[in-house]
């Protein structure tokens, strides 16, 4: 099962329905980070509250996912992470940096609104 993607306004929302195959994670990386540039995105929302566990191959991926749609000018978050896995990710030291986390889709849509809000202030 492919994840599905949607676009709110210049964000792209990924909502994981289930836990995926290594395959199923390259997959959505490679497709995001295209559409980043075609849909010329500046916001990726990837919510993975459909996911029981997040291992180290699925936490580089999606590190990956927020590295490469930054170098195509748009910023990533990632939502809906369970308790359990949020638990188990600290447990074993797993690091997400650069990836931004909120806790749902409202929220991330409300720090993409600042954030460009703020570059529009500043110009940039």
Same mark, same amino acid.
């Given at each position: 099962?492919? !994840?599905?993607?949607?676009?709110?306004?210049?964000?792209? +929302?990924?909502?994981?329905?289930?836990?995926? #195959?290594?395959?199923? !994670?390259?997959?959505?990386?490679?497709?995001?980070?295209?559409? !980043?540039? #075609?849909?010329?995105?500046?916001?990726?929302?990837?919510?993975?509250?459909?996911?029981? !566990? +997040?291992?180290?191959?699925?936490?580089?991926?999606?590190?990956?996912?927020?590295?490469?749609?930054?170098?195509?000018?748009?910023?990533?978050?990632?939502?809906?992470?369970?308790?359990?896995?949020? +638990?188990? $990710?600290?447990?074993?030291?797993?690091?997400?940096?650069?990836?931004?986390?909120? $806790?749902?889709?409202?929220?991330?849509?409300?720090?993409?609104?600042?954030?460009?809000?703020?570059?529009?202030?500043?110009?940039?």
């Amino acid at each position: 099962m492919d !994840v599905p993607i949607l676009q709110q306004g210049d964000v792209l +929302i990924a909502s994981v329905q289930s836990d995926l #195959s290594d395959m199923q !994670v390259t997959r959505l990386r490679d497709e995001l980070t295209t559409l !980043v540039g #075609s849909s010329r995105a500046t916001g990726v929302v990837v919510n993975v509250s459909g996911m029981d !566990v +997040i291992d180290s191959f699925t936490a580089r991926l999606l590190r990956s996912i927020a590295e490469a749609a930054r170098m195509r000018g748009a910023m990533t978050y990632v939502v809906g992470i369970r308790p359990e896995v949020a +638990i188990a $990710l600290v447990h074993f030291d797993v690091d997400l940096a650069p990836l931004q986390t909120a $806790l749902d889709l409202d929220e991330a849509m409300h720090l993409l609104r600042q954030r460009r809000h703020r570059h529009a202030s500043n110009g940039d």
